[in-house]
């Protein structure tokens, strides 16, 4: 519970008001605070869009069947007014760099119809916004209702990151080489990163005044809730809570509130292919002999990449589970697929085009390794699975997450990624070897002394995870 000055509000009786990102990555947790808020007796209004919605329809039948109290809320989400391409009401459905400032302006322009919507809520009136720190409009709801407003974030190493560059943007700016180190008064040393490292979509032309309003709003919020745990972050929490001066929640790792396949399945969209398949083919596996790769939602791959990565997968010799998300948008990914490697490799490697059942699959017995492109539910889910990590960063906050796990966890390894390669300054054709691949696959599924200390300080690491989640109940602390 808190205290907003009208007394305090707690999960019990309280009407909570969810107001995710419209991102895969950004949504998932947000559907899991849902759940364990009204496990918690909490009523909950979760904030999205037609299309969002119908992505969100396993989660709203499962909440249902649970008797949870969760409504879908759809607001009409203004891509003709903002020049967005029809039905693109999530950042993954965005094509181009040069659509996400009108993405933002047009979430922004959901303040009126949101309003609109609490204010006819009487019988129940909100109490709580609880928003993703992206939708910094939300601000202004939260004081014209005279209720608090906490923001939400994937993880501290992001918004500690989001925070500190957003706060020391000249520090940044005035950076040219792009390897050099940027050195931030008060930043974790551990988590440094070099300029090429930063992350890119903060700075797209025309950024700059989102980013400034996300800051000044994050200086005005209530709180700030984490999806981490304390063991894995507690330097960035404490620096987290000297710069923002608010009280932060570490509620995590909330994909821990599953506690059947079935509910985790529909976290999400609906899995490309057949599930009980999938767990069949697992299930033949050998404990911890699969690697699996997977890069989220929003990373795209280059079709030279993709197949230099296909190539270090066979060349590795290990059983795989590698899911191309944008297999079907490259020709000649897939005919450089069915021109002889699946064949070759079928005997031992699974192919995923479009949406796997990612948690399903990390939490099986059969998988002994995560190549991964860091984004924060991927990193968590893969530390919750205990398994050892290849670091695979992107964009964003990813490269600070790697750092997390290479550096500070000790779960991981590098592929060697330079630098930023969507949304930042360059896009290189093949960023990463077949030979890199071969050789970081091969070292964390082998059984030298290296490869057997990750997989020992991943499982210690999930133990830890699991009491976090376990022992107390967080949400009510
Ligand atoms: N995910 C999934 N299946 C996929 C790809 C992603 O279930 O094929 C889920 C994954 O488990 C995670 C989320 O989508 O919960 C992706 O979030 P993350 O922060 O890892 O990456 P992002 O997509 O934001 O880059």
């Known amino acids: ?52 919605a119908s992505r969100l329809a396993g989660f709203a039948a499962d909440v249902e069947t649970a008797g949870l109290p969760v409504q879908l809320v759809e607001l009409r989400f203004p891509t003709g007014e903002f020049g967005l391409p029809d039905g693109c009401e999530n950042i993954d459905m965005i094509e181009s760099k040069g659509l996400v400032v009108s993405f933002m302006e047009a979430c922004a322009a959901l303040r009126e119809p949101l ?33 608090p407003r906490l923001t939400f974030s994937g993880c501290c190493g992001f918004s500690s990151l989001v925070r500190y ?26 988590l440094e990163l070099t300029k090429a490292k930063c992350p890119g979509s903060l700075f797209i032309p025309g950024f700059e005044k989102i ?71 697992l299930d033949s596996m050998k404990p911890g002999s699969v690697i699996f790769v997977s890069f989220g939602s929003l990373a795209s791959t280059t079709p030279q ?35 002889g490697f699946e064949e070759r490799v079928k005997d031992r490697g699974m192919i995923i085009r479009g949406w796997a059942p990612q948690v399903m699959i990390l939490w099986h017995q059969a998988i002994g390794g995560f190549v991964t492109h860091c984004g924060w539910n991927s990193t968590i889910e893969g530390i919750c699975a205990g398994v050892p990590m290849i670091t695979w ?14 550096d500070v966890l000790k779960t991981g390894l590098e592929v060697g990624v330079k630098g930023v390669t969507q949304w930042g300054n360059e896009q290189q054709e093949v960023m990463v070897t077949r030979d890199a691949v071969e ?12 490869a057997q200390e990750l997989r020992m300080r991943a499982k210690d690491y999930a133990i830890k995870a699991r009491r976090a989640f376990g022992e107390e109940d967080k949400l009510c602390t």
């Not at 960063?393 to 290479?406: D, I, S, T």
């Open 1 to 52: 519970t808190f205290d907003h000055g009208n007394g305090p509000i707690g999960s019990a009786g309280a009407h909570f008001v969810l107001v995710p990102m419209m991102a895969q990555g950004h949504t998932i947790p947000m559907t899991d605070m849902a759940r364990l808020l009204a496990e918690h007796g909490a009523q909950v209004s979760f904030i999205t869009t037609p299309v969002n």
């Open 115 to 147: 309003m609109a919507h609490l204010r006819q809520q009487q019988r129940s009136p909100p109490s709580c916004i609880i928003s993703d720190m992206m939708h910094w409009w939300t601000g202004d709801i939260a004081r014209e209702l005279g209720i």
């Open 305 to 339: 990449q993709l197949v230099e990565l296909g190539l270090g997968l066979e060349a590795s010799n290990k059983p795989f589970i590698w899911v191309i998300k944008a297999g079907g948008k490259f020709p000649e990914v897939e005919e450089w697929l069915a021109d």
């Open 211 to 281: 980013r400034e309003k996300m800051y000044e709003e994050e200086l005005r919020c209530d709180g700030v809730i984490i999806n981490s745990f304390e063991e894995l972050e507690t330097l960035y929490t404490e620096s987290l809570e000297q710069v923002t001066r608010k009280k932060v929640w570490t509620v995590g790792p909330m994909c821990l509130c599953h506690r059947d396949s079935n509910t985790m399945a529909t976290r999400g969209n609906k899995a490309s292919m057949d599930e009980a398949q999938c767990l069949q083919w």
């Open 393 to 406: 960063p992107h964009f964003a906050e990813q490269f600070l997450n790697e750092k997390l796990v290479v």
């Open 165 to 190: 560059i957003i706060s020391h943007n000249k520090v940044l700016e005035n950076v040219t080489d792009e390897n050099e180190l940027i050195t931030i008064p008060g930043f974790p040393t551990q």
């Open 439 to 450: 050789k970081a696959v091969y070292t964390l599924m082998g059984e030298g002394e290296a």
